[in-house]
């Protein structure tokens, strides 16, 4: 069950954020108001949809339409551009994000961050991508918008760490330049296909989880299917589709290093829309190599991005 959020409910707050001031002038009165905000929402519901991000329409409708293509190949051409989990394709139920549901009902397609003279023996995470041929989607289509998008995605979500690095003013927050050097950052188009006319309650499009890296920035084509628990009233809160914003959340790694204060919150998809819907989220995860802890000097869990990454992917992908 999906419920509207009370708009005077303190405890639990998806807010929309314009954060034109914020990149106009950090030092601004805005740019304070921006950080309470966002800092608000970290702490409530671990969710918030920024506006006024800079990334053009074209920039946007540019990825939106790469994934559409990639999709609509053969599913022998789809599964031929398959690799390692984290790299190209994966097909419908490759994927069980909630322990005891069905495989999740969507495929995707990962693309990381382009590596120069990247040579194997590949790290985990940072193996190159797998592109497709000419022949099958021009790389005007493809591979040139998604490489431009993954380059203002990442501009974007450094912004992002920036505001959540001053957000946090009693803890220090300096590791978060480490953690962004060389990060494992990926851009994943994700197909929902209709949701089946089921009352079947093991079945979801993407089952309930919360996100391995830092932050999520997640692209939406407009349609619904974005649900987020509110963990003190055990109800599914629906997040209003808008393709103009970013729906940003807090993920594992935030989490650990705030000792819980901000929210990694339990969230799920399930396509309620009637049609296809295309989703792209991009994914933070960090240096492979960076230690992360409670920064506030509490025990803790202690563990490495790559670490962390490894675990999160075995118990989701059969390795």
Known sequence: MAAAVPKDDPMFQIPTVDISGYLADQTSAAAD???????????????FQVTGHGISESARDGVLNAAKLIFDLSREEKLNLSGVPGRGYEAIGDQVLEPGKKADLKEGYYI??????????????????????????????????????HEVISNLSAHLMQILGRSLQDIDTS?????????????????????PTTDDPELVGAGAHTDFGAITLLLQDGHSGLQVLNQDTEE????????????????????????????????????????DRYSVPFFLDGNADCVI?????????????????LSQFAASYKL
């Not at 921006?34 to 969710?47: L, M, N, P, Q």
């Open 33 to 47: 108001e921006v950080v309470d905000k966002i800092r608000a929402a970290c702490i409530t519901s671990g969710f």
């Open 112 to 149: 990381g961050r382009e590596i120069l003279n990247n040579k194997p023996p590949y790290r985990p995470f940072h193996h190159p991508n797998i592109w497709p041929t000419e022949k099958q989607i021009a790389n005007e289509y493809f591979k040139d918008p998604v490489v431009r998008y």
């Open 236 to 275: 599914w809160v629906d997040v209003p589709p808008n393709k103009d914003s970013y729906v940003v959340n807090v993920g594992d790694m935030l989490n650990i290093w705030t000792a819980g204060r901000y929210k990694s919150s339990v969230h799920r998809v399930i396509n309620t829309s009637g049609t």
């Open 293 to 309: 802890k409670p920064l506030d000097g509490s025990e803790g869990l202690q563990v490495t991005v790559e670490e962390h990454m």
């Open 175 to 195: 590791i978060f330049k480490d953690f962004s050097r060389e990060p494992i950052a990926v851009v994943r188009l994700l197909h929902y296909p209709p949701h």
